[in-house]
């Protein structure tokens, strides 16, 4: 029989600190004081300390002179962040539409399943989960474990970017789950094609949601994507 060891202090620190930081405990811009945390926490600033260090190597947290502080992308780097994912996850919906199994496609459907009942309920940080659920299970089909580590290195800012775009309004939450069915549609269709237009548009959206912006770029449903 072998022993299950409990998890080291810090990783359970940087578990904790991470879920505060996606489910809007700690809003963009603010300081982690680690003496704070720690207090807080009831710990030593030690494992605060490799805590926090694992958060700005994921860029959930980033550097200020001396001071750690919430990332808080700006629309510029929004935009650029969501050009890099454009291009990735457009590949990721390509390999998916061509590989994923029944389980995946099952899994991928299931957090669709689960996000409408979020919206529902009007549990947005469900929603949120279920939807990063999606994609993660997408980026586990495309089975290119390159381009996953490539999507992990933006994947702190995104999530934050992502998070603030979800808490607006069950109607936002709507359009994105819509999206993402038309994604997973294409990809049941086994249609390489449609699936990257169908990414490309929700990508594009996504992009214009988080830059606030009224003016939305093409939707799905008009650019011929069904």
């Known amino acids: 029989m072998q022993l299950q060891r409990p998890l080291p202090l810090y990783t359970q620190v940087y578990q904790v600190l991470r879920e505060q930081i996606l489910n809007g405990q700690f809003e963009p811009g603010e300081p982690m004081l680690e003496s704070r945390l720690a207090e807080q926490l009831n710990v030593s600033r030690t494992p605060v300390r490799e805590a926090l260090r694992q958060l700005v190597s994921e860029r959930l947290i980033v550097a200020n002179g001396s001071e750690l ?6 629309a510029e780097a929004i935009a650029e962040l969501y050009m890099c994912r454009s291009a990735l996850e457009s590949i990721v919906a390509m390999r998916a539409s061509q590989l994923a199994d029944a389980t995946e496609v099952a899994e991928m459907q299931q957090a669709l399943d689960d996000a409408a009942a979020a919206i529902a309920s009007r549990d947005h940080l469900g929603t949120f989960s279920a939807n990063t659920r999606f994609h993660d299970c997408m980026v586990k089909s495309a089975r290119m474990p390159l381009l996953s580590e490539l999507l992990d290195t933006i994947r702190g800012p995104i999530l ?6 979800l808490n607006r309004s069950t109607e936002v939450e709507n359009t994105i789950l819509a999206e993402h069915r038309k994604i997973l549609a294409a990809i049941c269709q086994r249609n390489p094609n449609l699936a990257q237009q169908a990414m490309q548009a929700h990508m594009q ?14 939707s799905a449903s008009r650019t011929g994507i069904e």
Not at 205 to 218: F, I, K, Q, V
Request: avoid cysteine; hydrophobic fraction near 40%; glycine fraction near 4%.
């Open 160 to 165: 934050i970017a992502r998070r603030q775009i």
């Open 69 to 74: 502080t919430v990332a808080n992308p700006d």
């Open 205 to 218: 959206n996504d992009m214009a949601r988080a830059a606030g912006r009224s003016d939305t770029l093409p």
